[in-house]
């Protein structure tokens, strides 16, 4: 294989190392989202941010800049997303086109490993896997219940401030 195909190689790898990277996390600017998919993640530099109420006391200037602000990031994440959004189809049709084949290739050097092993290691193997996959079943129900504890304590804490804020709010008046 030329350096210049190893190269090509790679840095097709690396982008679909990106592309895959944040497309569990697409903007809300983004036409093709799903509105049932899952929340964008906290590292997507185009992550949608609600814009926050502007606070009562800013000027009309500052409301001015905060409202150019938000106009300038809502064009910023389409520019990312119009750009993003076709190297994700292509990777998703690479991913359709290998897949199958790597799968089935896997699966016949999987086969041929086990036909080489005896009965006896075969049956260990088979426990093991099964065991391994309870395993994997108790962490996943575990990492969805602390998942859940920590949404359920910052929206505790979101209250609090919020209930906070209004009382900052009504004191001044």
């Keep these: 294989m030329t350096q210049p195909t190893r190269m ?18 697409p903007a809300a600017a983004s036409p093709q989202r799903d509105p049932n998919s899952n929340p964008p993640r906290a590292h997507d530099p185009a992550r949608p941010h609600e814009p926050a109420a502007p606070a009562p006391g800013l000027t009309d ?18 520019q990312f997303h119009s750009e993003l959004d076709p190297l994700t189809a292509q990777v998703k049709t690479l991913r359709d086109k ?8 896997q699966e016949q ?8 092993k005896s009965p006896e290691i075969q049956q260990l193997d088979k426990e093991e896997d099964q065991e391994l996959a309870a395993l994997a079943e108790r962490e996943k129900a575990e990492i969805d219940k602390v998942k859940e504890r920590f949404a359920d304590e910052k929206k505790q804490i979101q209250e609090k401030f919020d209930q906070r804020r209004r009382q900052t709010s009504l004191s001044k008046k």
Aim: glycine share 6%.
């Design 109 to 116: 050097i999987k086969g041929i490993i086990e036909q080489g």
């Design 8 to 25: 090509r190689i790679v840095t097709i790898l690396g982008i679909a190392a990106l592309v895959l990277a944040t497309r569990t996390a």
């Design 61 to 78: 200037e500052l409301k001015a800049q905060l409202h150019d602000l938000q106009d300038k990031l809502k064009a910023l994440r389409e």
């Design 98 to 105: 290998f897949e199958p084949q790597l799968q089935q290739m």
